[in-house]
């Protein structure tokens, strides 16, 4: 955009010129009709409700459907006019449309390409929330065997533990110290973690299966009638060709935790 306005300098030029010469006369009234006409291109191309700025993007949309359409990469030079293009509070909700028409069109090239260029806008929690669920949608599309991935855990009945109430959490062995699935349980029934028991979208059951992660599982029991809780930790390499795996805890893994 700035090559616009050094146009717009270079065009002044010879009008100065022309104004500084002891000949000119009705000095005022040709710089002010220069001034005119010069800031009224000026708003044709870059001002808010500039309407070759508007045609200016419809090309820029056509050209990024055409390569959505194809299903290929986006180019960077294609890219870079999205970024001198767009204003910025609208960069997001363009490109959320472009990897929605994407995922929906099954063009998953272009879905992945997109959003490998355009994590950079997103910048507040909100907006990062934004981009790992497109993310995610993006995974599911290209692994939808593992779009309902879970892990369920069958928990062997303690005689002696009254009202049973803990919670239960999955780690990346050396990974960050964020849960990848987490879940509260009342009794020694079933407990089924699924994707959707992430606090972060796709950082889940199916990212560690995908990548072959260990995964270390921490759970805190505690029994109204025992003085100390109870703890339970291990560390599971699951079948990664199955989104669906069980573990069971029995009686005899739970330590107990001091209070």
């Known amino acids: 955009?700035?090559?616009?306005?050094?146009?717009?300098?270079?065009?002044?030029?010879?009008?100065?010129?022309?104004?500084?010469?002891?000949?000119?006369?009705?000095?005022?009234?040709?710089?002010?009709?220069?001034?005119?006409?010069?800031?009224?291109?000026?708003?044709?191309?870059?001002?808010?409700?500039?309407?070759?700025?508007?045609?200016?993007n419809q090309e820029l949309n056509t050209d990024i459907q055409s390569y959505i359409a194809k299903n290929n990469d986006i180019p960077i030079d294609l890219f870079i006019k999205f970024e001198d293009y767009i204003e910025n509070k609208d960069k997001i909700f363009w490109i959320q449309s472009y990897i929605g028409s994407a995922l929906s069109k099954n063009k998953l090239q272009s879905a992945e390409s997109l959003i490998s260029l355009s994590e950079k806008f997103f910048k507040s929690t909100e907006e990062k929330f934004i981009f790992y669920s497109l993310?995610?949608?993006?995974?599911?599309?290209?692994?939808?065997?593992?779009?309902?991935?879970?892990?369920?855990?069958?928990?062997?009945?303690?005689?002696?533990?009254?009202?049973?109430?803990?919670?239960i959490q999955f780690f990346i062995m050396n990974g960050p110290g964020i849960a990848i699935a987490s879940s509260e349980f009342s009794n020694f029934s079933s407990l089924t973690l699924t994707n959707s028991s992430s606090s972060i979208p796709g950082f889940d059951i199916a990212s560690a299966y995908l990548n072959k992660e260990t995964i270390d599982i921490k759970a805190l029991l505690n029994c109204t009638n025992?003085?100390?809780?109870?703890?339970?930790?291990?560390?599971?390499?699951?079948?990664?060709?199955?989104?669906l795996n069980t573990y069971k805890i029995k009686v005899n893994e739970w330590f107990k935790k001091e209070q």
């Not at 009705?26 to 045609?55: D, H, P, Q, R, Y």
């Not at 995610?136 to 928990?155: C, S």
């Not at 599971?236 to 199955?242: E, K, N, S, T, V």
């Open 1 to 56: 955009m700035i090559y616009i306005y050094l146009l717009a300098f270079f065009a002044l030029l010879p009008i100065f010129a022309y104004l500084l010469s002891q000949k000119t006369k009705n000095k005022g009234s040709i710089l002010g009709i220069s001034l005119i006409i010069i800031l009224s291109c000026l708003f044709i191309f870059v001002g808010k409700f500039s309407f070759l700025g508007s045609l200016r």
């Open 135 to 167: 993310y995610t949608d993006l995974r599911n599309a290209k692994f939808p065997v593992f779009k309902d991935a879970k892990i369920i855990i069958e928990f062997e009945d303690i005689k002696d533990c009254s009202n049973p109430s803990g919670d």
């Open 226 to 243: 025992l003085a100390s809780n109870l703890f339970f930790e291990t560390s599971i390499l699951f079948d990664q060709a199955l989104p």
